[in-house]
């Protein structure tokens, strides 16, 4: 299986700043990487799919980048509404693996 | 406007068989893979599997033995059913809808919340 890892596993952020979450998965699987916001109770939500293309509706200060096994997703400009755990997905190969996530906190 | 919705029991005792269905609205389910993924509690997300709309599936084989999914395509709905559930098998079971490739599941239900307890 790929594994997937995430970091960090959480961090503290404020209103207004720039966050990176780094993804890194455990062999090639070109760009078939998906990023996730989920919020309890909520439906999970699509925001990048092929590493770096912003899903419809997706507000732009959300970015996704790739270097080899490497991913990162960028929020450019933390909002109120991004308070949320963040989940990378590879879809190269079955079984699709989640990374483990990555909970953004109001600082 | 696409939508996926779970259901089915919330409450499963021990050494019995999990079923639930995800009836979809505003897309064919003769098209696409339709997925389950669940999140046990404090954990993070773990692919089940899906069933392509020509009936073809593909498991996850930590739970092969124990899943079967099917759709019915007159219903618009797809199902999972898991066998011999224990304890680790409590957790919010997503459905959701995958284009395949590269793309990622762009429509997901709200969940739903399966314990497993005598």
């Known amino acids: 299986d790929i594994q997937m890892t995430q970091s960090p596993s959480s961090l503290s952020a404020s209103v207004g700043d720039r966050v990176t979450i780094t993804c890194r998965a455990s062999q090639s699987i070109g760009t078939y990487l998906s990023w996730y916001q989920l919020k309890p109770g909520k439906a999970p939500k699509l925001l990048i799919y092929d590493a770096s293309n912003l899903e419809s509706g997706v507000p732009s200060r959300f970015n996704g980048g790739a270097s080899g096994t490497d991913f990162t997703l960028t929020i450019s400009s933390l909002q109120p509404e991004d308070f949320a755990t963040y989940y990378c997905q590879q879809t190269f190969i079955t079984p699709l693996t989640f990374g483990p996530g990555t909970k953004v906190n109001i600082k | 406007q696409v939508q996926l919705q779970e259901s089915g029991p919330g409450l499963v005792k021990p050494s019995e068989t999990l079923s639930l269905i995800c009836t979809v609205s505003?897309?064919?389910?003769?098209?696409?893979?339709w997925s389950w993924i669940r999140q046990s509690p404090g954990k993070g997300l773990e692919w089940i599997g899906y069933?392509?709309?020509?009936?073809?599936?593909n498991y996850n084989p930590s739970l092969k033995s124990r899943v079967t999914m099917s759709l019915d395509t007159s219903k618009n709905h797809f199902s999972l059913k898991m066998t011999s559930v224990t304890s680790a098998d409590t957790a919010v079971y997503y459905c959701?809808?995958?284009?395949?490739?590269?793309?990622?599941?762009?429509?997901w239900g709200q969940g739903i919340k399966v314990t497993v307890s005598s």
């Open positions: 959701a809808r995958w284009a395949g490739g590269s793309n990622g599941s762009d429509y």
């Open positions: 505003g897309s064919s389910i003769s098209d696409y893979y």
């Open positions: 069933i392509h709309y020509d009936g073809s599936t």
